[in-house]
């Protein structure tokens, strides 16, 4: 029997539906180009996805180097 998923709360960001949101914005940066935090935000139907989830998908995938963020506070995919 496979063992079931582990908890929302001990998911530190490698989880798959984390991974699926940072496609989700790269994605959205490739399509549409650079753009602010609210510009992204829409592109991507963030204000739909669950409290918090956007935010967090915008720092994993700035960590991890997939966004950046340039002087003028807009995101591109690298």
């Known amino acids: ?19 699926r949101e940072v496609s ?3 994605r959205g940066l490739v399509d549409k180009g650079p753009l ?13 996805w669950d409290t918090g989830r956007f935010d967090r998908a915008l720092t994993v995938a700035l960590d991890s180097g997939q966004v950046v963020k340039d002087a003028g506070a807009k995101y591109a995919a690298t």
């Not at 029997?1 to 991974?19: I, L, N």
């Not at 602010?36 to 739909?48: C, P, Q």
């Open 1 to 19: 029997m496979p063992m079931p998923p582990p908890k929302p709360s001990t998911d530190q960001g490698g989880g798959r539906r984390v991974q």
């Open 24 to 26: 989700q914005l790269v």
């Open 36 to 48: 602010d935090l609210d510009g992204l935000r829409e592109a991507v139907g963030g204000s739909y």
